[in-house]
């Protein structure tokens, strides 16, 4: 039962990450099961796609872009995306046959034997030479925590349980954060909810124009810094600012979107300012964004002081054998894509200098 099935390459992770990841492996000549093995703990197809409310439809997502070597073409606007997207992926997971295994809960990759590391699994172990992490986000959503949050009567929510609007008719909701959840929750929210308060840490920035490569480059480039430094990453989306969509532009224009600074602590039946204002709520919908899921890399001791994790490129600075692709710079779509390349090409090159010389 405790014998490691050997491997040269584990990716962690189905979603854009990991698929890209695994296609480039494939691509050079990797195996799957032979070679390497995909490991996904989600059911089904469609990495954290799947879980997205039916309310968030394909023409709603936010610059989904396509897996390497096949297009994503089509699709009904009007699809739920967590649809789109999961057959999407299913499509190609058959197509480039991947054999991704799932649901395979990996609980913790630990130092082995003979410089390999062992990836602890609910499936049984697996030992390899290195290590592709695709784990995304979606696994740890982020609550902050205020005063007397213990005390409030209502219902609080975090976005990775949001499934819809219709769930809040009639009642008074508080929407905390200034992402893109954010505003799409507070638009949803407004026809359905009796009354809907904004707040968020720093006042919102609303992008005007078309979002050009010039930008996105210095967009990742400041995330890229701080990854470089071991501290925690920042999203792309915290530095590009928010789309001004028509959308967008209706929800200012209604006062949907006219934002509160932060409260300063939570009652028993709504929130407080210091300066005396108090708002009445029902629920609260914390839209306050995700932590990177790497729980299960503790033991390798990666972090830095700074509470990160420092990486060059995808590459754990701190061991050559571990990537981390979709953290950080790589964690947009197109990002996730071209760092999965980066890293098989990374992996490539430290086996074939591992490989023993022939007597």
């Known amino acids: 039962m405790n014998e490691s099935r050997e491997v040269e390459v584990v ?31 989600s059911p089904a197809p469609g990495g954290a796609w799947q879980f997205r409310w039916a309310s968030l439809t394909y023409g709603k997502v936010h610059g989904m872009h396509a897996l390497p070597g096949m297009e994503l073409t089509g699709a009904d606007p009007a699809r739920p995306s967590a649809e789109v997207i999961g057959e999407y992926f299913d499509r190609y997971e058959r197509a480039f046959d991947l054999r991704v295994r799932r649901p395979v809960d990996v609980r913790a990759v630990r130092e082995g034997d003979g410089g390999r590391l062992t990836v602890e699994t609910s499936a049984g172990n697996w030992s390899t030479r290195a290590l592709i992490n695709a784990t995304g986000t979606w696994d740890r959503p982020f ?4 005063p007397g ?50 707040v968020t840490r720093r006042p919102p920035v609303f992008r005007e ?73 029902d629920v609260i919908l914390w839209a306050t964004g995700f932590r990177p899921a790497l729980d299960h890399l503790t033991p390798l001791r990666l972090r830095e002081p700074g509470g990160g994790i420092r990486v060059e490129g995808t590459r754990a600075v701190a061991d050559a054998r571990v990537h981390l692709v979709g953290y950080g710079p790589s964690a947009s779509t197109i990002g996730a894509n071209r760092a999965g390349r980066a890293a098989v090409r990374d992996i490539r090159r430290l086996l074939a200098e591992e ?3 022939a007597a």
């Open 143 to 146: 609550w902050p925590r205020y």
């Open 209 to 281: 124009g078309p979002f050009d490569q010039e930008a996105g480059r210095a967009a990742v480039a400041l995330v890229e810094e701080r990854v470089r430094q071991g501290l925690p990453p920042r999203s792309v989306v915290s530095v590009t600012g928010l789309p001004l969509n028509d959308a967008v532009r209706q929800g200012l224009a209604d006062g949907v979107l006219d934002r509160e600074p932060m409260f300063d602590r939570i009652t028993p039946d709504g929130v407080a300012w210091n300066d005396g204002r108090h708002v009445d709520a």
């Open 149 to 198: 949050q213990e005390t409030f009567r209502g219902r609080q929510l975090h976005t990775a349980q949001y499934s819809g609007p219709e769930q809040f008719a009639g009642q008074r909701v508080v929407v905390v954060g200034g992402g893109a959840s954010g505003t799409q929750h507070l638009l949803e929210l407004a026809p359905y909810a009796a009354a809907t308060t904004w």
């Open 355 to 357: 490989q023993p010389v």
């Open 11 to 41: 990716v962690i992770g189905a979603g854009q990450a990991g698929l890209s990841s695994a296609y480039h492996l494939r691509r050079t000549g990797f195996e799957p099961d032979r070679d390497f093995v995909v490991l996904d703990h």
